[in-house]
């Protein structure tokens, strides 16, 4: 188990407001050139997230959340995640998520002209996050 010198403070905000704040000892985003991982001291930095699962470690326990697209803020001491969706697994309905994802792939496939092929995508990566 951590100590508090080992801690991160972590918050989450979405457009509802705040959806979680607490300490964790780390946290696994993933980031838009791939998954990075942050602990206390880390090298600040900002950067986009793209849908996926975001780890956090408490007590050495990963908690697993579902992310959307958003932008992340690391500090020394803290992390900023900004993102308009993020859902706990509990939360996810689990047929409807399969039935997006069917669709999503059923419009790439299909290739027709008017399919806007980016949002087909972007549908697909959301739809597998869940």
């Given at each position: 188990?951590?100590?508090?010198?080992?801690?991160?403070?972590?918050k989450?905000?979405?457009?509802?407001?705040?959806?979680?704040?607490d300490?964790?000892?780390?946290?696994?985003?993933?980031?838009?050139?791939?998954d990075?991982?942050?602990l206390?001291?880390?090298t600040?930095?900002?950067s986009?997230?793209?849908?996926?699962?975001l780890?956090?470690f408490?007590?050495?326990?990963?908690?697993?959340?579902?992310l959307?697209?958003?932008?992340?803020m690391?500090?020394?001491?803290?992390?900023?995640?900004?993102?308009?969706?993020?859902?706990?697994?509990d939360?996810?309905d689990?047929?409807?998520?399969?039935?997006?994802?069917?669709r999503?792939?059923k419009?790439l496939?299909?290739?027709?002209?008017?399919?806007?092929?980016?949002?087909?995508?972007?549908?697909?990566?959301?739809s597998?996050?869940?």
């Amino acid at each position: 188990m951590a100590n508090n010198s080992q801690l991160i403070h972590l918050k989450i905000v979405t457009p509802r407001g705040i959806f979680l704040e607490d300490d964790v000892s780390e946290l696994v985003a993933p980031g838009k050139d791939g998954d990075f991982g942050v602990l206390i001291g880390h090298t600040p930095f900002i950067s986009s997230v793209r849908p996926g699962i975001l780890k956090i470690f408490k007590n050495d326990k990963p908690e697993l959340y579902s992310l959307m697209n958003g932008f992340v803020m690391v500090d020394v001491d803290m992390v900023r995640i900004f993102t308009e969706i993020i859902e706990r697994p509990d939360d996810i309905d689990l047929k409807r998520a399969e039935r997006a994802k069917e669709r999503a792939e059923k419009r790439l496939l299909e290739k027709r002209e008017d399919t806007d092929l980016r949002r087909a995508e972007a549908a697909l990566k959301r739809s597998i996050a869940r």
